[in-house]
């Protein structure tokens, strides 16, 4: 089993999922780097942490196994300094591979944004094309790109949506989605694929290649034909292009493997000093809004961070004990100035983070924009480009609501039990330890299935890595509505999928845990014997079945539940949501005002597979359900725990497979797999 | 303890009205006839002194408050309210306890006294009814408000229908809905019944023919013949044959809403008694505490008189002890079962955010009353207000935790939430205190506030037993 460690100033899904991580901050990353290199290449000696002695041996035992990977946040020269510590580990070709750049990056200081800001206010641009772009909002705050753009002329900025940049711009053109225009892309490796239309355009637009085409002339040409003339020449024979459609990449076309050998220096380059000040200011992109393009997403903007739980809001996160320190708590507005440049914002209290660091998370407080993202959060923009000198930070005395979806953002060391887990050792010595003090409780009344299928789920925790995505996948699958910031911190998201988060040890540096928790369909659902008009019920595939039509609102279910997966509509949330009607899935009721709602299992997929069995005369056919089909790491499995040789049924009965409150007895067709980490008990890591 | 026996509790008359210890249960100075027009006289008095306009002006806007209340939770919903995930019942459910418990008083009084013959009752029966039947009221409202789609609150009724679809017979809500049915209908029945007799009287005693018409109707020809009062003793005594059990069966089947439940903090058996004890506390309270007003307010002191105060206080007393046990038996049973969930609650109930909520009930609903074993404090009216106003305010705190404070904390930390109650849940508490005082206030307004039948039997047994 492969060991991860992470070094990190800030808690980030890597280090949630990691073996063991560690806490660095700026300064400390430094060191980290200097004493590697010091171990690894034969650099002048270098003290670091006491951790990192263990590090070093388990990368030196593993040589040609080994890799250490460094944030894209680093100076060149630390990246440099990597590449030549994971060549003396010799995992090159075996563990890595090393591909020529496939895309243009400007690194050329005379195309850079700041050189171009430099013309803009020297007078030296007289026409500016912006082309799916938000430098108005999104570019660093010191070079203050709207005063520059207002010196320009003629400007002309093409933009699926409005924004602070077409606001700011002399014409703004519409520009279509991606999905509804023919383009083509290249992927991390160079691999290339053609991107054909998913839709007809919703509204009139154009697409970039069109307008460059209209650019340089009248008569331009079609973007397909464009776009074919470009591939032409790589595909060959006419049918490779459908090929390339149907196969969605154009074979072939990544990158080759550079065998290229790494320039000496590397491994002798000088590191630039770290900041010297005791706090810094680290900016990171919002994990769903990114720079903020996403912000007009109401799904991404509801969508609970993985971490922080947060939803509708950017608070600066900062660490326990600065947090003490300075006597702030969750919620307690704070302003922070550097060079000039001042943000007021509330801030959030991140176990895990580094005390030498304060994380602004940007992509909020956008100006500019939809109805759903305007002036939500706080923009951090203005801050960036600036010095990385100490942030002045001043307590405000005022007090913001945050709207976290984990209405208690307290460390918790019964995590374990919920979200199990344990160290490989364990599970060598035993590896049925995760279920040894579940005992089989009798039952009162024994249910059995009569149907031709049982639906079960399995969800792996060593697979998950609380990035969300099963939660928004089953949120668009199933019309599940966004209620807004008032509604959440009313507690009352609607999400019938939604991932746990639990923290373990102390706050400073607690272990993360993650746990997808959907409706159980628990055989002996206590929820449904105290519905008094019986509006939810067990069909014969054991699912635990809500009739929306039938309920009165009672929400006695709810109470009876102990996994708490039903929501209510407290208010007429869908109706409420202006979004297009074909936005919507046809397939599934959008519920009324005074309904309860919770997870179905993707019952109009398991319908579709169902009719798909009978015309093709099978007895079943295979179901993905939504969260299941959007896991980028297979944490689900679905299927039919009834049928022979189904994945779902060995994945229960394997060694780490434990229900949820098994205590309750409820006998929850979703079990879990417990999380396995590899690391030395003895080392005192690991309750 | 001097500075609450000046005054007013001097009558008008010169003579001294306060409870005393050695109070007979009827002071022989009254005669049938002269109890006769007592009773009746405030309801045939054409002008009511200012208290009562004062009162009713004061109550009545809260009755208003309660319409526009209800009116905006039908138009937007019941998210104008505080609930939320996970406290997904609150105000409508704690209210709803809290009334139907009120309501008991009255039924334990007139139905459960009158089966063991106590001699006490008839000069409290009428007033305790009274305070049944509009605490029921308030009651039952709230579960249809409750509902998430109120308008289809008839599907928990078990009636024919072509779909064929029938509700769950095994849910704590269905049986609720009935036994709350049976016995606000019984409980309107019963009122009405003990009533009969003394609207007749209303009516022969009436000087304008309005009044008599009023009296005569609501009389359905009561004549007061042998045959009409044999059947009518008969009915009474069926009926509250009937009441006494339906007033176990009603606040049992409260307790079953929660304990039905494998909800944290309501799995328990002990909910059932427990929810009766309960009844029994906050009914004597409030029998107390509208009683003593009405009392000086109506004259009635040669009625309701000392021992009617003592008694009341001892009972009181021992119901609050029977909660008192039900809290301490939570407590321990909490702590000698398995569930560390439940363990966890319970500690999050006595020490968490919400603790002063627990500590409150305890000192309303137990402390406090333990002032009771004193015969003085029994015999202080003062006291007996303040103590029984304790007890209300210490039972709707009890519904709070049960309710509250128990969702609050599931099993799972990662669905902990808190609740905050709005405005609406506010008014629309504070409307049916309104609509129950403005009730009363009609009631006695209209209505003889003590069972002058009832009462001319004690007066005569007490005339007889003194020759």
Known sequence: ??????????????????????????????????ALASALLGAPPAEGPPWLDRIVADLKSHRGRSFIHLGPDHSPEAHALVCAMNESLGGRGAVYTLVDDPSHVSSDGALSLTALVADMRANRVSSLLIIDSNPVYAAPGVLNFAEALARVDFSLCLSATPNETTGASLWAAPMIHPWEGWSDARAFDGTASVMQPQALPLYQGVDPHQLLALLLGANAPKSLDLIRQTWRDQLGPPDAWTDALAKGVIANSASPVSNRPLSNAAARVQLPEPPKAGIVLLFRPDPYLLDGRYADNPWLQELPRPLTKMSWGNPLQISPRRAREMSLKDGDVIRVAIDGAHATAPIIIAPGQSDDCIVALLGFGRFHTGPVGQDVGVDFFKLTGRSCGAPDIQKTGAKEELASTHHHAMIFDEGGVYARKGALSQF?????????????????????????????????????????????????????????????????????????????????????????????????????????????????????????????????????????????NYFDFAGEERRAIESRNPEVTVRARGVMEKCTFCLQRI????????????????????????????????????????????????????????????????????????????????? | MTLLRTGAAIDASGEDRRPRANDPIVFPAQTISSMTSTICGPPLRRKWPLWWKLSLAAALPFVVVLAVAVGWLFYAGVGIWGIDWPVVWGFAIINYVWWIAIASGGTFISALFYLAEVEWRSALNRIAETITIFAAACAAIYPILHLGRPWLFYWLFPYPNVMGVWPQFRSPLLWDFAAILAYVISSILFWYFGLVPDLATMRDKADASQKRRFYGLLALGFRGSDSAWRYYTIGYGLLAAVMAPLVI??????????????????????????????????????????????RRLLRLEDFITGRHFDILGKLLLTSSLCVGYAYLMEAFTTFYGPDAAEKRLFINKITGELAPIYWATILFNVLAPQLMWRQSVRLNEALVVLISFFVIIGMWCERFVIVVMSLRRTHLPSAWGDYTPTIWDWLTLFGTVGLFIAGLLIAVRLLPTVSMFEMRETILRYARRNQ
Not at chain 1, 11 to 22: C, I, K, M, N, Q
Not at chain 1, 632 to 658: H, I, M, N
Not at chain 2, 275 to 281: C, K, P, Q, T
């Open chain 1, 1 to 34: 089993m492969n060991r991860l460690y992470a070094i990190e100033a800030t808690p980030s899904l890597t280090g949630a999922v990691a073996d063991e991580r560690f806490i660095a901050g700026p300064r400390e990353t430094h060191r980290v780097l200097l």
């Open chain 2, 249 to 294: 069966s009603v606040h049992s089947i409260v307790g079953l809403d929660f304990a039905g439940a494998a909800t944290l903090g309501w799995h328990s058996t002990e909910f059932p008694p427990f929810f009766v004890f309960g009844a029994l506390l906050s009914g004597f309270a409030t029998v107390l505490l509208v009683a003593i007003p009405v």
């Open chain 1, 607 to 687: 319908a579709a597979a169902r009719i798909i069995a009978d015309r093709d005369g099978e007895k079943s056919a295979a179901v993905t359900t939504a969260c299941e089909a959007a896991c980028p790491t297979r944490a689900f499995t679905f299927g039919d725990l009834a049928a022979k040789g189904s994945e779902v049924a060995a994945r229960r009965a394997g060694p780490l497979s434990y229900a949820l409150l098994a205590d309750q007895n409820t006998k929850p067709r979703v079990t879990y797999e417990a999380r396995i980490l590899n690391i030395d008990e003895a080392k005192g890591t690991q309750k």
């Open chain 1, 428 to 568: 060598l010595k035993d590896p049925e330890f995760i279920r040894r003090n579940d005992e089989p409780r009798p039952a009162f009344y024994e249910w059995k299935p009569e149907g031709p299928a049982a639906w079960g789920m399995s969800i792996d925790l060593s697979a998950c890595i609380g990035c969300g995505a099963c939660v928004v996948a089953c949120q668009a699958e199933n019309n599940i509505p966004v209620v807004g910031k008032a509604e959440v911190l009313r507690e009352r998201e609607m999400y019938w999928l939604r991932i746990d988060r639990y923290y373990d040890g102390p706050p400073e540096s607690p272990r993360t845990s993650f746990q997808p928790v959907l409706c159980m369909h628990c055989e002996e659902a206590p929820c449904e014997p105290v519905c008094p008009v019986g509006a939810t019920m067990h069909d014969s595939e054991g699912l635990n079945v809500m009739v929306y039509n039938r309920c009165v609102g009672t929400r006695f279910c709810s109470n009876n539940c102990p996994y708490k997966v039903r929501r209510f």
